[in-house]
């Protein structure tokens, strides 16, 4: 009975996806999408009335005293924010800041409903933020932490991950415990109780903006328009094809953004049981089988016949999904049957699968870097705007002082 229950709403969840993708057709599709543009233009509002609200000061923002970078997107999922918030952790560290990624979380373990209302029956105190990473070692696993914060502490020594849905009080905690001067939001620009100082937002170039609806009709959410509230805008998953339109539009909200362009590339395939590095040349012309739980199935699939896969077999879960031992065995036997000759994930996914998971062909994931491909001297535009501030103040004042007296040369 359970499993039966267990596998319709995994069906809906899956028609849900088609649907809000537009990979569905039919009867019912058009059905089940009226019903969700219904509910959009409803989301729509409230999203209306909150930004309504902030901008008119009716609701503030808290400020913390220190610079704070906000990296996000206008859409759900499937941009690569990730690496983009690994490059410029690192960036930020070389020049010296103490940097610490403040994160929801997503799909984090927490103390659940029953939880909250005993620690209100109580009055009790709310827990600490989760400290993923002190910046010397990682402390929690990534069921307790999610996927990318613990993707971030295993790849960023030096730098603090905190975990709390309340992003000022991470801060504080930031600050007071690790002594941070730069705060980076990962996956913060819906988050307006904290203002930024810098506002990066990510746009899939492959799939910018989806259908163009708000959720949960399609995938936005916010409307097209608040693309005016970036500092900079990065094209991720880029091939260095102009797309005039797609500026255009932007330039339309937006006139005078820095546009950054960035490729997602694979540097290397890791092996999950060794941790060893394999260059990618062991891919080409070999039979893979790939699995995945992540929003942009194909941008993973494409990269590897990029480097000369074939692929014979896949499985795509929903995002973030946490794999148990049944579907993985089902996964390796499929590909086993299908003739394949090592098995393929990514690195989001490698780290919900249990360290000791025993793997029936040779099992890799796959290792990302960003690599800019125009406005490199934006991005590094960027990271001076964050470590000095005030040289750029005055650096600012000097020269309109300088322009103020030229009439009088």
């Known amino acids: 009975m359970k499993n039966g229950i267990k596998k319709s709403i995994k069906k809906l969840e899956k028609f849900t996806a088609d649907v809000i993708y537009d ?10 999408g009226s019903f969700l543009w219904c509910l959009s233009q409803i989301f729509r509002l409230i999203i209306s009335i909150r930004h309504f609200c902030y901008n008119k000061r009716i609701l503030r923002d808290s400020p913390l005293g220190c610079q704070v970078v906000v990296v996000g997107n206008l ?7 990730t690496p983009i918030v690994e490059k410029f952790a690192k960036a930020l560290t070389e020049r010296g800041r103490k940097v610490a990624i403040l994160s929801r979380g997503y799909k984090s373990k927490s103390d659940g409903a029953l939880g909250k209302f005993i620690r209100w029956l109580t009055h009790g105190e709310a827990p600490k933020p989760k400290v993923v990473s ?16 613990f993707m971030l502490a295993s790849n960023l020594p030096g730098v603090v991950v905190i975990v709390d849905k309340n992003r000022i009080r991470a801060g504080h905690y930031a600050i007071t415990h690790f002594g941070a001067d730069v705060l980076l939001l990962d996956d913060g620009f819906q988050y307006l109780p904290l203002h930024g100082q810098a506002q990066l ?4 170039k492959t799939n910018p903006f989806g259908n163009l609806s708000m959720l949960p009709r399609g995938i936005l959410r916010e409307p097209i328009s608040h693309l005016k509230r970036a500092s900079f805008i990065f094209l991720t998953k880029s091939d260095g094809t102009p797309d005039a339109e797609l ?12 546009i950054i362009e960035c490729a997602h590339k694979p540097s290397c395939l890791i092996d999950f049981t060794t941790r060893e590095r394999k260059p990618l040349d062991i891919l080409r012309g070999k039979n893979v089988a790939c699995f995945c739980a992540i929003a942009a199935p194909e941008s993973f699939e494409g990269l590897l016949r990029e480097c000369g896969a074939k692929i014979v077999f896949r499985e795509r879960f929903m995002d973030h999904h ?6 993985l065995s089902e996964v390796f036997r499929e590909a086993a049957s299908k003739g394949a000759e090592m098995v393929l994930t990514t690195e989001k996914d490698a780290v919900r699968i249990r360290r000791n998971f025993s793997a029936e062909l040779p099992f890799y994931y796959t290792r990302l870097e960003i690599e800019i491909l125009s406005g490199a ?14 040289r750029k103040a005055d650096e600012a004042m000097s020269n309109l002082a300088v322009n103020q007296n030229e009439p009088n040369k």
């Open 23 to 32: 990979r569905a057709d039919g009867l019912k599709a058009k059905l089940y």
């Open 75 to 81: 859409t759900v999922g499937g941009t690569g924010k």
């Open 322 to 327: 946490r794999f148990d031992e049944d579907e």
């Open 247 to 258: 500026e255009s539009l932007i330039r339309k909200y937006n006139p005078s953004v820095e």
């Open 201 to 204: 937002l990510l746009v899939d």
């Open 134 to 149: 002190d910046g010397k070692n990682v402390l929690l696993d990534s069921e307790i932490a999610g996927d990318e914060p």
């Open 377 to 390: 001297e934006d991005f590094n535009a960027a990271v001076e705007k964050v470590c000095f501030p005030k």
